[in-house]
C-alpha cells in the first residue's frame, strides 16, 4: 500500500476523543475450522454475525487483547511490545480450549489492520493513539458445554484519547469493592470476557461513591490488593520501595512489567512483587498509581474503603514526583520520544 501524501487523515477532533468507539474502515478476520486457520482478511463490516448457539455468546468462550498504536515526531507508527499480547491472548486460548493465534499470524494481523487504517491513528502531539483490538471467540452451531468446533480471530481498530477524563496524568480515585473480580484458581490472570460482566456492577457502585474505579482485594481474605477494574496497581512506599502485589488472580499487565523495570533500572528503586496488606500498609504508601494500555500511569490520590477515604498522596488531587518521572520515562517511550533502550518498540511499515 503506497499511503504517503495520498491517505490524508480523518478530520477528527483528535484532542477530544474519549474513549470511545470510533467506526474505522477495516478489521481483520480469520476463521479456524477443521484443525487449521484460513489465512484471514481485511473486511469493511463491522457486524458479526454468528451462530444463535455459540459457545462466545452462552458459555464466554472467548479472550481479547488491548494495545495501542502511536504516531512519533518522524512520523513512524509505534506498537509497544506487541509480542506480550500475543503470548497472553495465546495462554488465554489454551484455558478456554480454544486454538492459538500463531505469533506471526498475529503480529503480522495487527500491523495489517494498523496499516490499513493508516488514517485514523492519531496524529503526534495530539494526545491520542490507535487503540487496537484482538479477540478470540468461539462461533458455531452449539447448545451444550462444549467448546465451539469454529472459531474467528478479529481485530478491530479505534482511535481513543485518555482513559479518564483529563488528557496527560490525571490523577484518580479507587473504591474498595466488595464484590470479588476473580478467584484464586479461576480465571482471573486470563483476559477473558467472563471476568468482565461482573465488575460491571462494582463499577457502578464504586462510581456512585465519587470513585472512578473499583479496587479488588484478594477473594480469600479481602485483605490484599489485587487490582483496579482495568488496571493493575503499583505502589511507592515511604521506605523508597516500589511495590506490586503478587496475586494469582490479576491480569500480568503489560505496562506493569514494564514500568516494574523502568523503575528498577532508571530510577533505580528496590522493586518487589508481594502481597500488599492494604489496612495494615496504607499509611506507608508515599504514591500509588493504576497501570495499563488504556490507563497508561494514572495516580491514585485517594482510596475508598471502611466507609472513609483515604488519602495517599499530598492533598488526593496531585501528581508525586515518582509516579510523574515514570509516567514521562514511560510516555517517552512509548511516542518514540526517548531512546528505546529495552527493544519494547515495534514499527509498523506504512
Ligand atoms: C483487569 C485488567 N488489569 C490490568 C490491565 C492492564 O494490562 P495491560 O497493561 O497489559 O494493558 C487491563 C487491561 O488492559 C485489565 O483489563
Request: net charge negative.
Amino acid at each position: 500500500m503506497n499511503l504517503d501524501a495520498k491517505v490524508n487523515k480523518k478530520d477528527l477532533n483528535w484532542a477530544e476523543l474519549g474513549f470511545r468507539y470510533h467506526k474505522t474502515d477495516f478489521r481483520f478476520s480469520a476463521v479456524h475450522s477443521n484443525g487449521k486457520w484460513n489465512d484471514g482478511e481485511l473486511i469493511s463490516d463491522e457486524i458479526i454475525a454468528v451462530h444463535e448457539g455459540a459457545p462466545a455468546i452462552h458459555y464466554a468462550q472467548q479472550c481479547f487483547e488491548g494495545l495501542k498504536a502511536q504516531t512519533a515526531a518522524d512520523g513512524r507508527i509505534l506498537l509497544f511490545r506487541p509480542d506480550l499480547n500475543s503470548e497472553r491472548l495465546n495462554l488465554a486460548a489454551s484455558r478456554l480450549l480454544m486454538p492459538e493465534v500463531p505469533r506471526a499470524m498475529f503480529l503480522n494481523a495487527v500491523a495489517q489492520t494498523v496499516r490499513a487504517n493508516y488514517a485514523w491513528v492519531p496524529p503526534y502531539g495530539s494526545g491520542a493513539s490507535l487503540y487496537i483490538r484482538p479477540m478470540l471467540i468461539g462461533i458455531g452451531e452449539n447448545l451444550g458445554l462444549k467448546p465451539a468446533q469454529q472459531f474467528e480471530f478479529r481485530i478491530f481498530v479505534s482511535p481513543v484519547g485518555p482513559y479518564y477524563k483529563e488528557a496527560g496524568l490525571a490523577v484518580i480515585s479507587l473504591a474498595v469493592s466488595e464484590m470479588d473480580r476473580a478467584a484464586p484458581n479461576g480465571t482471573g490472570c486470563f483476559k477473558v470476557g467472563a471476568n468482565y460482566a461482573g465488575g460491571l456492577l462494582a463499577t457502578r457502585k464504586a462510581q456512585e461513591l465519587g470513585a472512578n474505579e473499583a479496587l479488588y482485594l484478594d477473594s480469600a481474605q479481602h485483605r490484599y490488593i489485587d487490582e483496579a477494574g482495568s488496571a493493575n496497581i503499583v505502589i511507592a512506599m515511604k521506605d523508597g520501595g516500589f511495590v506490586t502485589p503478587s496475586s494469582k488472580a490479576i491480569l500480568p499487565s503489560i505496562t506493569r512489567r514494564s514500568i516494574m523495570e523502568i523503575a528498577a533500572q532508571q530510577l533505580h528503586l528496590q522493586t518487589t512483587e508481594r502481597p500488599i496488606d492494604l489496612r495494615a500498609e496504607v499509611a506507608d504508601f508515599s504514591e500509588m498509581a493504576a497501570c495499563g494500555t488504556a490507563a497508561v500511569l494514572s495516580p491514585v490520590g485517594k482510596i475508598w474503603f471502611d466507609d472513609q477515604w483515604h488519602t495517599i498522596f499530598a492533598d488526593g488531587q496531585s501528581v508525586g514526583p515518582i509516579m510523574q518521572e515514570i509516567y514521562d520515562l514511560l510516555v517517552g517511550i512509548q511516542k518514540g520520544e526517548l531512546t528505546d533502550q529495552y527493544g519494547w518498540l515495534h514499527e509498523v511499515n506504512i
